[in-house]
């Protein structure tokens, strides 16, 4: 059964840093992988996904993420954070029936 | 890109009253839509999945007739929070996929819901 795993309910950063959200994932086909962020009181938008083909993902308003298949990671990155990053991120895996199953979440608090 | 509309986005009501939300695909056709429950600081646990034409797919735990699921058209889904109690407060979010792919997953923009 496909899973996830975000480490670090809650990531802190000063503004113009390192953006580092690590999420692992669990599947016993080749992955489907997510990423998603929500704004308070929100749904959830798309930041980027990967499905096959370059493992390294570029995505909206400058996050990538890359697909390592021998550490069962996709961890999202930003090379300088801005106050506008705050949210809620959730990684997600696709299952064989096409659901998604997301992770626990990680809040991204971007100091001035 | 594609565009999800859920409604209403707050709704407040009284313990032992339904209350049905509504998620449209604004400029797509949606074969399948998902309905979620987010708790405060928690991921989104998906509830049922909803396809046209037919009864929804209710993941375990999660009673069919408490929360009745309508699909009747390939742009409308509805949720109804039947009976409502306070435990049913929550964060509901629907998304909707446009072919058999959640590459074209699209979502909702959330209903919060408080039962007095």
């Known amino acids: 059964a496909q899973s996830v795993t975000q480490l670090g309910s809650h990531v802190s950063v000063s503004e113009g840093a390192l953006v580092l959200l690590r999420c692992n994932y669990s599947s016993s086909v080749p992955p489907y992988l997510f990423w998603y962020v929500q704004y308070p009181n929100q749904g959830l938008q798309l930041l980027l996904k990967?499905?096959?083909?370059?493992?390294l993902v570029k995505g909206i308003n400058g996050f990538e993420a890359e697909f390592k298949k021998s550490e069962t990671s996709f961890h999202l990155t930003k090379p300088s954070a801005h106050m506008s990053d705050a949210a809620e991120y959730f990684c997600a895996v696709e299952d064989s029936s096409y659901k998604l199953i997301f992770g626990s979440g990680t809040r991204l608090l971007v100091r001035p | 890109g594609a565009v999800v509309s859920q409604h209403p986005s707050w709704v407040i009501c009284k313990s032992g009253t339904s209350v049905k939300i509504e998620c449209r695909s604004l400029d797509f056709q949606a074969t399948t839509m998902f309905w979620y429950r987010q708790f405060p600081k928690q991921s989104l646990m998906l509830m049922a999945t909803?396809?046209?034409?037919?009864?929804?797919?209710?993941e375990q735990g999660v009673e069919k007739d408490k929360f009745l699921i309508n699909h009747a058209s390939l742009t409308l889904s509805t949720l109804t929070v039947t009976s409502a109690h306070p435990e049913d407060s929550s964060f509901y979010i629907c998304?909707?996929?446009?072919?058999?792919?959640?590459?074209?997953?699209?979502f909702g923009s959330g209903t919060q819901l408080s039962v007095l």
């Open positions: 998304s909707a996929r446009a072919g058999g792919t959640n590459e074209k997953l699209f």
């Open positions: 990967y499905t096959t083909g370059a493992t």
């Open positions: 909803s396809n046209e034409g037919s009864k929804a797919t209710y």
